[in-house]
């Protein structure tokens, strides 16, 4: 699964990670795969906001055929009747429309089936989707959403999800081979993700996963898996360094703590600054990217055009041979900052409002 809107550019990230048979469907990415591939897109994928496996798939006209046709998937080959399984439904433009009924002929299924308590906070859930009377079945693989990495303890007020932010940056042509500065960076999301990307950490590499509760799990495949998986530390070009700076200083403590947890201190550098100050890092150009405040997000519009404007004043004066990549609800707040942009990206919903991204081509 994807953010809406970023589903192309996670079925890159997934083909240049040598997942094969990759496509994008309304919401995500399909592949094909068994337990190897599963372990693997948990671990690796940076853009997904979670893997689910799908098990089952058959028409249902009303409740008692989904019943029917429930109990013959093979419970006990997926579940674990000791770990308890949590439920959930959606459905649309179905027959069967109540999806907290569809939900509990499934439970009730899965119960009598297996014997698994059902629990609303249990570490396992199945997904049924009714759509067009078609019923798909899935097991959510990952748990919490991957966006949670395990580190990050500490945020600021709208952060920006990792799992977009590294989205985003591929949209900027971002490989990690090159600087990258926010000067508005809040809790650091974007000089982190940035950092990881450039020492080939491993996105999931400091958390667990909902898998591991399922009844195929083998603990010696899964350490085989994260074993022969790239991610070394320290693998960033030398002399690359990821920065940030923020006019509160609360913001870069945050950032220096999350830093240091995900282990990328030594690649980060963050500093407080007023947007008008920002210089760039020393080094060569690469990409400034920033997620500022818009009007539906911290504060009203009409006070945000003066810091967009002053924002583009820095960066057309000081940041000659950088790209840059402003992500924002608002066009007008885009153009205010006298930038030139290529045509914008797809809208994507961030904290419940679309927001777009806006790249600019090398500054002069």
Not at 92 to 107: K, P
Not at 157 to 170: D, G, I, Q, S
Request: aromatic content about 6%; overall charge positive; proline content about 6%.
């Amino acid at each position: 699964m994807a953010v809406p809107g970023l589903e192309a550019l996670l079925a890159e990230e997934a083909r240049g990670a040598g997942f094969a048979g990759v496509e994008v469907v309304p919401g995500g990415v399909s592949l094909p795969g068994g337990w190897p591939e599963l372990m693997r897109a948990n671990l690796v994928l940076r853009g997904a906001t979670r893997v689910l496996w799908r098990i089952g798939q058959f028409r249902a006209l009303h409740l008692a055929q989904l019943d029917k046709r429930a109990r013959r998937i093979d419970w006990a080959g997926l579940l674990r009747s000791d770990v308890p399984v949590a439920v959930e439904a959606a459905c649309r433009r179905s027959r069967i429309y109540h999806a907290g009924a569809a939900a509990q002929r499934v439970a009730t299924a899965i119960s009598e089936a297996l014997g698994a308590p059902i629990a609303e906070d249990a570490p396992v859930r199945v997904m049924v989707r009714i759509e067009d009377d078609l019923v798909t079945l899935s097991i959510d693989t990952t748990g919490a959403s991957l966006h949670k990495r395990g580190f990050k303890e500490a945020v600021n007020r709208a952060p920006m999800r990792e799992t977009m932010a590294a989205l985003f940056l591929r949209a900027c042509g971002f490989s990690g081979q090159e600087p990258v500065y926010d000067p508005m960076c809040g809790s650091g999301t974007f000089p982190i993700e940035a950092a990881e990307i450039a020492a080939g950490l491993l996105a999931g590499r400091a958390r667990g996963f909902a898998f591991e509760h399922l009844a195929g799990f083998d603990a010696g495949p899964w350490a085989r898996v994260r074993g022969g998986a790239s991610g070394a530390a320290g693998a960033a070009r030398p002399g690359l360094v990821f920065s940030g700076s923020d006019r509160d200083a609360g913001a870069i403590r945050m950032s220096l703590e999350n830093a240091e947890r995900a282990g990328v201190a030594g690649l980060t550098r963050f500093s407080v600054a007023e947007i008008g100050e920002i210089v760039p890092p020393e080094g060569k150009p690469g990409l400034v990217i920033v997620n500022p405040p818009y009007g539906g997000r911290i504060g009203e519009k009409g006070p945000l055009i003066g810091l967009h404007r002053e924002m583009g004043r820095a960066l057309k004066a000081r940041f000659s041979g950088w790209r840059v990549g402003i992500i924002t609800a608002d066009r007008q707040l885009a153009e205010a900052t006298g930038l030139t942009f290529l045509p914008p990206g797809e809208p994507v919903l961030h904290g419940g409002i679309r927001v777009t991204l806006y790249r600019t081509g090398v500054l002069g």
